[in-house]
């Protein structure tokens, strides 16, 4: 729901503070979302142990996901807007299902957590701080490495093509970046003289 009504806001202010420090807020703030599920276990209540995680953890994925889908297919021609899209949901698929393989032998998860709830709860307060440890590795990369994009100088007498939308929705599609490419205005006529002298006279033009 988080994203559904916030991803828009997301998208926007990312294309206006640039890439950077969305990419990096959004993991911290999943990672603190993470943490925070370590309070749910037997006993616990959802409006004072649950709901709190899954809010920070819905807002570290506003800031994070629209930017970072808009960054990615920013960074290539309109062309080729479809090829990134592909490749990005492809590693998003495949990451989740790597981390879906992994984390549970991580975590020291075996069949017979299945069969207790003791255990099963064990095992997940220590798979938390892993998802987190991650996502606070994801953000230091981001911080280090995600830089603005130079925007290169046009002549100020020629206007640049602008962006097809101005923001990412999560219902909508991201922004495509056509470039700068210059907006050609059409040619216009010049009407033809009304007076003068003219090769047949005076005031007279064929």
Same mark, same amino acid.
């Given at each position: 729901?988080?994203?559904?009504l916030l991803s828009a806001r997301s998208g926007e202010l990312g294309q206006r503070i640039g890439p950077r420090?969305?990419?990096?807020? +959004?993991? *911290? @703030?999943?990672?603190?979302? !993470?943490?925070?599920? /370590?309070?749910?276990?037997?006993? $616990? ?10 809010? *920070? @953890?819905? !807002?570290?994925?506003?800031t994070l996901v629209a930017p970072l889908t808009s960054t990615v297919l920013a960074s290539v021609d309109v062309?080729?807007?479809? @090829?990134?899209?592909?490749? &990005? &949901? ?7 299902? /790597?981390?879906?393989? $992994?984390?549970?032998?991580? #975590?020291? !998860? ?10 099963? #709860?064990?095992?997940?307060?220590? $798979? !938390? ?7 606070? *590795? +994801?953000?230091?990369? #981001?911080? @280090? ?33 056509? +470039?700068?490419?210059p907006h050609q205005p059409p040619p216009t006529s010049t009407p033809p003289p009304t007076g003068g002298d ?9």
């Amino acid at each position: 729901m988080l994203m559904l009504l916030l991803s828009a806001r997301s998208g926007e202010l990312g294309q206006r503070i640039g890439p950077r420090i969305p990419l990096t807020v +959004g993991p *911290v @703030l999943c990672a603190a979302g !993470m943490l925070l599920m /370590i309070r749910v276990g037997p006993g $616990a209540s959802y409006v004072a142990d649950v709901l709190p995680a899954l809010v *920070v @953890l819905g !807002m570290g994925m506003v800031t994070l996901v629209a930017p970072l889908t808009s960054t990615v297919l920013a960074s290539v021609d309109v062309d080729r807007a479809g @090829l990134a899209s592909g490749i &990005n &949901n492809a590693a998003a698929r495949a990451a989740g299902l /790597i981390a879906v393989a $992994a984390l549970p032998l991580l #975590a020291g !998860m075996g069949p017979e957590a299945y069969r207790s709830a003791d255990q099963f #709860a064990a095992t997940f307060r220590r $798979a !938390m701080p892993l998802c987190a440890a991650v996502l606070l *590795v +994801g953000a230091l990369i #981001a911080w @280090l490495t995600v830089r603005p994009a130079p925007r290169p100088a046009t002549p100020p007498t020629k206007e640049p093509c602008h962006p097809e939308c101005t923001y990412h929705c999560g219902v909508a599609s991201p922004p495509l970046d056509p +470039g700068d490419t210059p907006h050609q205005p059409p040619p216009t006529s010049t009407p033809p003289p009304t007076g003068g002298d003219g090769p047949e006279g005076p005031g007279v033009w064929t």
